[in-house]
């Protein structure tokens, strides 16, 4: 597995399924199909005989989907991308890569393990983070978590220890 493989694709299932309304079971195959190749090997080739192959179908049934499904893909010096596809994988790697350095920084405090050279200074990533916007809750009523006992009680929510929601 290289540096920039990931284990998984983020799915947004609504997404994905406004992305290809109306088409046939086919396109929709076809189109995940090519996904998928490209989140694991990279930008495909621009040659209709290998993508009807990653599709798993015979160039001859590819190239009618292929009218429809091409116009997710754009074409780059590497080979054919889904943009919003190479997006999620900008996300996943940014991610991992704050995951990886908060383990880093947490085993270093806690056993006093080297740091790696690649762990960003704290003052940095505070600075990162003042500048980034935060998102309001979709919620217009706080947490249940954030509730006192009294409040919740009144609202209905269960106050148990395994926080089962309403009772």
Do not use: C
Not at 73 to 98: C, I, Y
Not at 116 to 142: G, M, Q
């Amino acid at each position: 597995m290289s540096a920039d493989s990931l284990p998984f694709v983020p799915w947004f299932h609504r997404d994905f399924l406004d992305a290809t309304q109306g088409w046939t079971l086919q396109e929709t195959g076809a189109y995940f199909l090519l996904l998928g190749a490209q989140w694991g090997s990279g930008p495909l080739p621009n040659d209709i005989n290998r993508l009807a192959i990653i599709a798993r179908t015979t160039p001859k049934e590819f190239r009618p989907l292929w009218k429809r499904i091409s116009r997710k893909f754009a074409e780059t010096p590497d080979g054919l991308v889904n943009e919003r596809l190479e997006q999620h994988r900008g996300n996943s790697l940014e991610l991992r890569k704050m995951r990886r350095t908060g383990a880093a920084k947490t085993n270093h405090r806690r056993w006093g393990t080297p740091l790696p050279s690649d762990v960003v200074p704290i003052a940095e990533r505070v600075a990162e983070r003042s500048l980034s916007v935060s998102h309001p809750s979709p919620s217009p009523s706080p947490s249940p978590g954030l509730l006192t006992k009294g409040e919740a009680y009144q609202r209905g929510d269960a106050v148990g220890s395994f926080g089962r929601g309403k009772r």
